[in-house]
C-alpha cells in the first residue's frame, strides 16, 4: 500500500525567506506527483504537477522535484511572502486515466511579516 | 464555469440521522471522487465513479454510499451517522481537459452529535 509522508508538519518562516517542503512515498511506480495548497476552510487547488518521467516543473516562485527511485520530492518556495500562508499537500497517482491520488498529510506553513 | 460545487457547506447531524451531500460540476469531468479530510488523518478515499454509471470502493467506504446520477452530479448519503462521521468532505472531478489533476470543491464540513 502506497505511503505519503511529508516533513515538516508544520514551519514558520520570516517573510522573504526560501524554503523546503518534503514528500516522500513508499512505492516508487507511480505515474505522476501533484503539490496541492489548500487555505483554510478552503477546497485544495493544483499548483504543479510532475510527471514520472520528468525531473522538475516550476511555476513562478516555486520548483518542484521529483526522485522517483528514492521516493522523494521537493517543493521550493523563493522568496516566501504572507501570502503564501496555508497548507501543502502532496499527492502521488498510481496509474493513468481515473487512478486514484495518495495524499499525504500536509506541511502547514506559515510566512509572519 | 462554476467549477466543482457542493452542497451544503455546512451540516450537524444528531447520531442515527441521515443525510446526502450533494456535488455538481460543469467541467465535462469523467471521474468524480468523495474525499473526507480529518486532522491527523489528511485527505481519504470513500468512494469514486470512473465514469457515469459506475461506482467503486475507495480507502473508507464503510458507512455511506454514492450514486453517479449523471455525468455532472455525484452525491454521498450517510445512511445512519455515527460521530465518527464528523468530518469535511470534499467533491472532486477529473476529466475533460488536457491537464492531469483533479479539481476540487469547496467542502462540506459535517459535524453529528
Known amino acids: 500500500k502506497q505511503e505519503v509522508t511529508q516533513i515538516p508538519a508544520a514551519l514558520s518562516v520570516p517573510e522573504g525567506e526560501n524554503l523546503v517542503l518534503n514528500c516522500s512515498f513508499t512505492?516508487?511506480?507511480?505515474?505522476?506527483l501533484q503539490w496541492f495548497r489548500q487555505d483554510p476552510g478552503k477546497g485544495l487547488t493544483s499548483l504543479l504537477l510532475?510527471?514520472?518521467?520528468?525531473r522538475e516543473q516550476t511555476s513562478g516562485r516555486l520548483n518542484a522535484s521529483l526522485d522517483k527511485s528514492s521516493g522523494r520530492s521537493t517543493l521550493y518556495i523563493a522568496a516566501s511572502q504572507p501570502g503564501d500562508s496555508a497548507t501543502y499537500l502532496c499527492?502521488?497517482?498510481?496509474?493513468?486515466?481515473?487512478?486514484?491520488?495518495?495524499f499525504g498529510k500536509g506541511t502547514m506553513l506559515l510566512v509572519s511579516p | 464555469n462554476a467549477g466543482v460545487t457542493q452542497t451544503p457547506k455546512f451540516q450537524v447531524l444528531k447520531t442515527g440521522q441521515s443525510m446526502t451531500l450533494q456535488c455538481a460540476q460543469d467541467m465535462n469531468h469523467n471521474s468524480m471522487y468523495w474525499y473526507r479530510q480529518d486532522p491527523g488523518m489528511g485527505l481519504r478515499l470513500i468512494y469514486y465513479?470512473?465514469?457515469?454509471?459506475?461506482?467503486d470502493k475507495g480507502e473508507v467506504p464503510n458507512g455511506y454510499n454514492v450514486s453517479r446520477l449523471n455525468k455532472r452530479e455525484f452525491s454521498l448519503r450517510l445512511e445512519s451517522a455515527a460521530p465518527s462521521q464528523t468530518s469535511v468532505y470534499f467533491c472532486a472531478g477529473w476529466g475533460g481537459f488536457d491537464t492531469d489533476t483533479q479539481y476540487f470543491g469547496p467542502g462540506t464540513r459535517l459535524t453529528v452529535l
Open positions: 499527492a502521488v497517482k498510481r496509474g493513468g486515466g481515473y487512478s486514484t491520488l495518495t
Open positions: 512505492d516508487s511506480a507511480i505515474y505522476n
Open positions: 465513479s470512473a465514469s457515469e454509471g459506475t461506482t
Open positions: 510532475i510527471q514520472s518521467s520528468q
